[in-house]
Each structure stands twice: as structure tokens, then as C-alpha cells.
């Protein structure tokens, strides 16, 4: 898992780097028609932090119920959209799954921690990516950021707000972050395509 983290890096850095002329596309994630979850807000924040996409809460209207819902909007290179895409559904899989096989430890008290476990699971998951992340500085590997998808996502947001929340901290949190820094990334499934398309990130 660290070298892919290290090749996505290197990836990203030397196409930043060239100044090369880059497209960048947007992808809806998430269900507007229910109300989101901390758990999906915590991993909307970390594929903004660590995964070179940027990412926004907006409104999309939902034709079937004649109503307009929230989603998270992801905008970046079709490689990077496509990996953010995987992790993200990835993540919630695996929150859904270790709530599952340890909703019975002793920290957790009852079914309403079950939020705040899942949340303690990508709080562990980002913890150990940020240590891979500055490992990797040691290396010369650091993230500057993408200038030209900043003024992108500028031009299509030019009212951002910004919104904090606070997350509950108790042992079904910890027991939580304790599973997240054991999780392994899979790699997602592969597609057809040309080598341009962008790297397999997460191959072998």
C-alpha cells in the first residue's frame, strides 16, 4: 500500500511539475434523496487532503421525487476522479464491515455508537496515511498542489463556504480508529483503455 501512496505521489508531482495542459472532469457522490453521514463527510475531507482531488457539498435536483438533495462533487484528472471514486466507496464498504465484526467490543456501548465507531475507522485509515505520506517527504516526494485544478474549481465554485464539525470521542471512536489503521487499501478494478488514461495506481 505504501508504494502505491508513493506512486500516486510521484505521479502527480512530475504531471504538476511539467505544466502540462490537463482536463479536468467532476463526479456526484453520495445518495440525494437521504440525509448524509459524519462517516461520509470524514472521507469526503480525506480524498480532499490525500487523494488530489478537490471536493464540495452542492445541491442536485432528483427528477423521481421532484426534490433537490446534497451530494459531494469531486473534480480533479479523470485518474485521480476515478481512484477518489474507488476509495470512497471502498471506505464506506469497509466502515459498514468492521462495524459489523466488532460492534460487539467492549468499548461499544450500544447501536447508536455505531457512527461514531466508523468514523473512529477513517480517522485510524487517514492517520496511517499521513504517516506513509510524511515518510515519503524524507524521500524528496512532497505535494504542492495542482494550480490549474484550483483555478478550476474556483471558476465553478466562486461562493465556497467553509463548515467545522465536531465528532464525538469515546471508545467505540478509539476502537474505531484502531481497525482504520489496519485497512489495506484494494485496488480497484481495472478497465479498458489506453496508457494514457492514467496510471493503474493500485496494481499488484
Do not use: C
Not at 451530494?71 to 476515478?82: K, L, R, S
Not at 485509515?125 to 490549474?148: I, N, P, S, Y
Not at 461562493?159 to 471512536?173: E, F, K, L, P, S
Request: a positive charge; charged letters at 30%; glycine letters at 10%.
Amino acid at each position: 500500500m505504501r508504494k502505491a501512496h508513493e506512486l500516486m505521489l510521484r505521479h502527480n508531482i512530475e504531471v504538476a511539475a511539467a505544466r502540462a495542459e490537463r482536463s479536468y472532469e467532476v463526479r456526484h457522490l453520495g445518495d440525494p434523496t437521504r440525509r448524509g453521514t459524519r462517516v461520509e463527510s470524514e472521507i469526503a475531507a480525506l480524498l480532499s487532503e490525500l487523494f488530489f482531488v478537490k471536493v464540495i457539498r452542492v445541491p442536485v435536483y432528483v427528477p423521481r421525487t421532484g426534490k433537490s438533495g446534497l451530494v459531494y462533487e469531486i473534480a480533479g484528472t479523470h485518474a485521480n476522479v476515478e481512484m477518489a471514486s474507488h476509495v470512497w466507496a471502498f471506505l464506506l464498504a469497509t466502515a459498514e464491515r468492521l462495524w459489523a465484526e466488532n460492534r460487539h467490543d467492549a468499548r461499544v456501548r450500544s447501536g447508536r455508537d455505531r457512527l461514531v465507531y466508523q468514523s473512529g475507522v477513517i480517522g485510524g485509515f487517514r492517520d496511517k496515511l499521513l504517516a506513509e505520506r510524511t515518510g515519503l517527504k524524507q524521500t524528496g516526494l512532497v505535494w504542492l498542489g495542482d494550480r490549474d485544478l484550483d483555478r478550476f474549481y474556483r471558476a465553478r465554485h466562486p461562493h465556497m463556504t467553509t463548515r467545522r464539525h465536531h465528532v464525538r470521542i469515546n471508545g467505540a471512536h478509539a476502537a474505531g480508529r484502531e481497525a482504520g489503521r489496519t485497512v489495506v487499501l484494494h485496488k480497484p478494478v481495472e478497465r479498458g483503455g489506453s496508457a494514457s488514461s492514467g496510471p493503474r495506481l493500485l496494481r499488484g
